[in-house]
């Protein structure tokens, strides 16, 4: 299948964009990027170095010291993972969000990917009204049996379907959908112990978005703005108190791995799949994989 995956310019998570990279090419497919301006983008440096997320990242000589950063930057595999995809062909050479646009409408692409990030060059890609259009495609255009093409997102990823507009309904495409996305808990973890212990000198740097003076505490939060596009709160769906392996999935201390999904959580919603963040990833690319497969033996695919 020809899969497509939007990249901001800059920022996006290289954990999220590189092992479900990997693991659909490994899976036979091929995926295609795309960017705001159609040159390659750049991850964010700090999920991939770790460099600049301790408390003493600030004093030149200490930056390579390395303890939090150690910690919330992406892991050995990952990291491997996203230095194979950047030397890929398709990569260097992204398609700009509006020539994705046009050949999508052309010669429609079979699958969409839609990665995360938290800094602030992913406002490039969640505020695009092209990309947006786009996303919404992906939902609109339905086979025989009503199916639309298979969506993936995660993280921030899932905040960007929130915003695509219907062009049917008029409403977000996640409308009547169920979906979990980076929870205000785990989001909140993050920024406080960033904020606080880690880069003080940058407090918003974990934050896409802040809340303004007459905003609720995590009104601008990830889960918030996805709940605020949902037929009911009740389909953002979380991990449950009785869920196997509760703590791995909510401590935000474990991550997945090819061998390990206990600490991730997925969820699946016809041929819409979406996870948190990061430590979701290898169980999350490996069951979009596993739907592609499902429908590409499907008899009826979509025209």
Known sequence: MNILMPLPGRDYDPTEAGVAWQILTDAGHTVWFATPDG??????????????????AWMPGLKRVRLIGRMLRAQAPARAAHAAMIQAARYQSPFSYDQAASR?????????????????????????????????????????????????AVCHGVLLAARARSAITGRSVLYGRRTTALTWAMERSAWNLTRWFARFWDPAYYRTYEEGPADPPGYWSVEAEVKRSLARDADFCD???????HWRKTSGLFRDRASDSRPAWVVQDGRYLSARWPGDVHTWAQQFATLLDQVEADSSPIQ
Do not use: I
């Not at 040159?39 to 003493?56: F, T």
């Not at 505020?127 to 199916?147: I, M, T, Y």
């Not at 991990?239 to 392996?245: L, R």
């Open 239 to 245: 991990v449950p108190d009785h869920a196997p392996h």
């Open 104 to 152: 999508h409408a052309q010669q429609p692409f079979d699958a969409l990917v839609l990665p995360g990030g938290h800094a602030k060059g992913m406002r490039t890609y969640l505020e695009s009204p092209c990309l947006q259009s786009l996303v919404a495609s992906f939902f609109d255009h339905r086979d025989p049996q009503g199916q639309h093409r298979p969506v993936a």
């Open 39 to 56: 040159q390659p983008a750049q991850a964010d440096p700090l999920m991939l170095s770790g460099q600049g997320l301790d408390p003493w």
